[in-house]
Every structure is written in C-alpha cells, then in structure tokens.
C-alpha cells in the first residue's frame, strides 16, 4: 500500500507561483510513476503532469505546459509541482496519484494510477 499526502496549496493572485509537494510512503518501491490531477468545480478531474521515477520522463498537458514543472526527489519520495504565472482557470483541487505497475510512456487516465492522495486545494484570484 502506497499512501500519499499532498501540501502545498492555497490562495494566490493571478500571475503567481505555488510548489505543490506530494510525498509517499509505504512500498513506494511499488511506484514507477507519479501524477498530477485537478478537478475545478463542476468540472471532471483531469490530468496535469507526469513523471517517471526511474528516469525523470515528464508529460504536461496543453494547460500547464510552459508555466509548469513536475520534478522528484527520489531520496525523500516526494513529487513536486511548480506552477508560475497561475491564473483563475488553474482553480482546483489538485492530486498526486501514483501508478504500482509497470510504465511504458506515461499515461493520462485516472484508470492509469493506481493510490490517490486526499487533494489539496489552490485558488487563484484574478
């Protein structure tokens, strides 16, 4: 079992910067990969960032990409999320998620990982 505990959030004005932190624990040797979700109100959960532990190989999507980074430490078992440049519409609950199984190129669907982190919640003021 693989429990993850995220931190991080909270309220920012448009145009500024958060680092989210998601650390692991438990038989994080079970990890291959870790993700990034969101779910904004009244909207469905979607991805944001991957990362390989193995390697570093990162996915983004469209959203994020350029104003954010997802990097780990392996030593602490710890994902991070760098967001810049926020802005209204980065609104949302955000999830680490970790995939126990074995990873080619990194995936996108919720289906895809396999623990989940309770959220933490980041809002942007404009």
């Known amino acids: 079992q693989v429990q993850l505990v995220e931190s991080g959030g909270g309220l920012v004005q448009a145009g500024g910067s958060l680092r989210l932190s998601c650390a692991a624990s438990?038989?994080?040797?079970?990890?291959?990969?870790m993700g990034w979700f969101r779910q904004a109100p009244g909207k469905e959960r979607e991805f944001v960032a991957a990362?390989?532990?193995?390697?570093?190989?990162?996915d983004y999507a469209d959203s994020v990409k350029g104003r954010s980074t997802i990097s780990r430490e392996n030593a602490k078992n710890t994902v991070y999320l760098q967001m810049n440049s926020l802005k209204s519409e980065d609104t949302a609950v955000y999830y680490c998620?970790?995939?126990?199984?074995?990873?080619?190129?990194?995936?996108?669907?919720?289906?895809?990982?396999?623990?989940w982190g309770q959220g933490t919640r980041v809002s942007v003021s404009s």
């Open positions: 990362i390989k532990w193995s390697d570093g190989t990162t």
């Open positions: 998620a970790a995939r126990g199984r074995p990873i080619g190129i990194l995936r996108r669907g919720e289906r895809d990982y396999d623990y």
């Open positions: 438990g038989r994080t040797f079970s990890s291959y990969a």
